[in-house]
């Protein structure tokens, strides 16, 4: 038996434990890696081929908008996949939860708290279902969020079309909520009166014609960015942070060391739900209105951010800042493209190869200085 306190005389030389990891080393294991090369490729791109406008502080809140709204679904889906799962049905649960929403304002004709309050809550019972079909069936998440894709923009039609009276969109919803005191927690820019303040005293830039150049930061962004810091800190801070990572890594290991990997896994589902439900009510909030179409696709854009950020398809693996990052990689493309002569049907050939280059860039570098096979 070995005495109490002698563990040290265990170690012998060459002992792994023993072992120095170089400042670089730790940088390189970053999951972010990546995200941080691809951001750096393009910033440079589009500094080389895009009108200079797109840079100054008007261009760059066009672009962090679309950024903000498609990294608030990454975000769910990175957390979701670092716990080994995968939902493809969010996009079309944008569409759904959109329909939610905007049927309580105008049909049932809810105040905005409830009917936020409703939309949430549907979404989330939906996101439970999608985890205890995965967890008592024992199929792939990809499979059975599938399903739950085509089902809910059928749904979304069918819905749309009923509420409507054969339309596939839903108008009235500004009117409904017009002066609402908790709208702007969902709607709008946020922080109007520091900005008029700012641009006052010049701090802000103007437009040739005198206005503002930026008058708010919309909320989206906000809220990107709180929840980013969030799901940062539950990761790295917390020990649901670790058993998300455990979850994914090795279930089975995770289970026998006492990890309710069951919870932790329909806690993940629930909340990519949520945020897709999130961005609905945003994104309907922002337009007045909704469609059957909303969210088309953002399922893959969303779980692509999310390898860009340094997730691996795997589990086990990844970072909310790498999901941030590959969000606004997104955005900056998305816009970027219109500042430029280049035809904007090449934004999904450049996304696509922007995700090779920043998943191989991640995995070569990093198997090199920490040594991995």
């Given at each position: 038996?070995?005495?109490?306190?002698?563990?040290?005389?265990?170690?012998?030389?060459?002992?792994?434990?023993?072992?120095?990891?170089?400042?670089?080393?730790?940088?390189?294991?970053?999951?972010?890696?990546?995200?941080?090369?691809?951001?750096?490729?393009?910033t440079?791109?589009f500094?080389?081929?895009?009108?200079p406008?797109?840079?100054?502080?008007?261009?760059?809140?066009?672009?962090?908008?679309?950024?903000?709204?498609l990294?608030?679904?990454?975000?769910?889906?990175?957390?979701?996949?670092?716990?080994?799962?995968?939902?493809?049905?969010?996009?079309s649960?944008?569409?759904?939860?959109?329909?939610?929403?905007?049927?309580?304002?105008?049909?049932?004709?809810?105040?905005?708290?409830a009917?936020?309050?409703?939309?949430?809550?549907?979404?989330?019972?939906i996101?439970?279902?999608?985890?205890?079909?995965?967890?008592?069936?024992?199929l792939?998440?990809?499979?059975?969020?599938?399903?739950?894709?085509?089902?809910?923009?059928?749904?979304?039609?069918v819905?749309l079309?009923?509420?409507?009276?054969?339309?596939?969109?839903?108008?009235?919803?500004?009117?409904a909520?017009?002066?609402?005191?908790?709208?702007?927690?969902?709607?709008?820019?946020?922080?109007?009166?520091?900005?008029?303040?700012l641009?006052?005293?010049?701090?802000i830039?103007?437009?040739?014609?005198?206005?503002?150049?930026?008058?708010?930061?919309?909320?989206?962004?906000?809220?990107?960015?709180?929840?980013?810091?969030?799901?940062?800190?539950?990761?790295?801070?917390t020990?649901?942070?670790n058993?998300i990572?455990?979850?994914?890594?090795d279930p089975?290991?995770?289970?026998?060391?006492?990890?309710?990997?069951?919870?932790?896994?329909?806690?993940?589902?629930?909340?990519a739900?949520?945020?897709a439900?999130?961005?609905?009510?945003?994104?309907?909030?922002?337009?007045?209105?909704?469609d059957?179409?909303?969210?088309?696709?953002?399922?893959?854009?969303?779980?692509?951010?999310?390898?860009?950020?340094g997730?691996?398809?795997?589990?086990?693996?990844?970072?909310?800042?790498?999901?941030?990052?590959?969000?606004?990689?997104?955005?900056?493309?998305?816009?970027?493209?219109?500042?430029?002569?280049?035809?904007?049907?090449?934004?999904?050939v450049?996304?696509?190869?922007?995700?090779?280059?920043?998943?191989?860039?991640?995995n070569?570098?990093?198997?090199?200085?920490?040594?991995e096979?």
């Amino acid at each position: 038996m070995i005495p109490s306190g002698s563990f040290k005389n265990t170690l012998v030389p060459g002992d792994e434990r023993l072992r120095t990891v170089s400042r670089l080393s730790r940088l390189m294991r970053r999951p972010e890696l990546g995200a941080v090369a691809g951001l750096i490729l393009v910033t440079c791109f589009f500094f080389i081929t895009a009108d200079p406008v797109m840079f100054n502080l008007a261009g760059l809140v066009n672009f962090l908008t679309p950024a903000a709204q498609l990294g608030i679904l990454a975000l769910g889906a990175a957390l979701l996949m670092i716990g080994g799962e995968f939902d493809l049905s969010i996009g079309s649960m944008v569409a759904f939860a959109g329909l939610i929403f905007g049927a309580s304002i105008t049909v049932l004709q809810l105040p905005l708290l409830a009917a936020v309050l409703l939309t949430l809550v549907v979404a989330g019972a939906i996101g439970a279902l999608n985890a205890n079909l995965v967890i008592r069936t024992g199929l792939p998440s990809f499979i059975v969020t599938l399903a739950f894709l085509f089902m809910l923009r059928g749904l979304s039609l069918v819905g749309l079309k009923w509420a409507t009276g054969g339309s596939t969109q839903m108008r009235g919803i500004t009117e409904a909520v017009e002066g609402h005191a908790l709208l702007g927690v969902f709607s709008g820019k946020a922080f109007e009166g520091l900005f008029r303040t700012l641009t006052e005293r010049g701090w802000i830039p103007r437009f040739d014609n005198g206005e503002a150049m930026v008058t708010g930061i919309p909320v989206e962004i906000v809220w990107f960015v709180i929840l980013t810091g969030l799901a940062t800190w539950v990761l790295l801070r917390t020990p649901l942070g670790n058993w998300i990572f455990a979850s994914g890594g090795d279930p089975v290991a995770a289970k026998n060391s006492g990890v309710p990997v069951r919870k932790v896994k329909i806690g993940l589902f629930v909340l990519a739900a949520l945020c897709a439900g999130l961005v609905a009510v945003i994104t309907v909030l922002g337009s007045g209105s909704t469609d059957a179409r909303r969210g088309f696709q953002k399922e893959f854009e969303a779980i692509i951010a999310a390898v860009i950020g340094g997730c691996l398809l795997t589990g086990g693996y990844g970072s909310a800042i790498g999901a941030f990052l590959g969000s606004i990689i997104f955005g900056m493309v998305m816009i970027g493209l219109t500042y430029t002569r280049i035809d904007q049907d090449w934004y999904l050939v450049f996304l696509g190869g922007m995700l090779l280059v920043a998943v191989l860039f991640n995995n070569i570098i990093r198997k090199r200085v920490t040594g991995e096979r």
